[in-house]
């Protein structure tokens, strides 16, 4: 189930959402989209990259018509994945782009942290979910210690993921993804 956990910098919980209108409202406010897609067919575990973007075209082609993405891809993480430590390491350092980073989540979840005016908004994307991050926000990602999602990605560039790092520490003072509230319920 996705959820919206907004802190202040130092940490302090401000607020918690989990209707989805609620997160993307609260998203919208300070420039980030949030919305559902839903697939246009059955896919099943062993789907192709191809097929998984056939599935979404229609959502697809509306944002690369939207914004001028280029490219579009999918990523794929799973528990033995043989880099999932560095990319994990990566990923969770603050960072901006020089364009938007959009991911769908066709499957799994991860949890991105998005930094704005004085507050942290923590986003659980689940299963279903859009994130777009406008070009320049620091944000920061977390996929967890054993990865488990499928994601389609949009890019303007040919260069894809390119971060610039902030080189600020404020990462490693919040929630990671296997922290007990993150964790679903058994």
């Known amino acids: 189930m996705s959820e919206l956990r907004i ?7 401000v607020a918690s959402h989990t209707r989805f209108e609620d997160i993307r409202d609260q998203l919208e406010s300070i420039g980030v989209q949030f919305e559902r ?15 998984i973007i056939e599935a979404y075209r229609g959502s697809v ?6 914004y001028g993405f280029k490219s ?6 799973h528990p033995a994945h043989p880099q999932k430590d560095v990319l994990r390491s ?9 364009e938007f980073e959009v991911r769908f989540f066709v499957e799994g979840e991860a949890l991105f942290y998005i930094r704005d005016a004085g507050r942290v908004h923590g ?8 994130i777009s991050v406008p070009a320049n926000v620091r944000h920061w990602f977390d996929m967890g210690p054993n990865p488990s999602f499928k994601a389609i990605r949009l890019f303007i560039t040919p260069d894809g993921w390119v971060a610039n790092f902030t080189g600020d520490k404020i990462a490693d003072s919040f929630p990671r993804l296997e922290a007990p509230h993150y964790l679903k319920a058994a």
């Open 37 to 51: 897609w839903e697939a246009t067919r059955q896919l099943d575990a062993q789907a192709t990259q191809d097929e």
């Open 123 to 130: 986003v659980l994307c689940s299963q279903g979910d859009l």
């Open 61 to 66: 082609n509306r944002l690369m018509n939207q």
């Open 90 to 98: 990566k990923f969770l350092s603050e960072h901006r782009h020089d």
């Open 7 to 13: 802190y202040e910098e130092n940490g302090q919980p």
């Open 72 to 77: 579009v891809d999918v990523i794929s993480l």
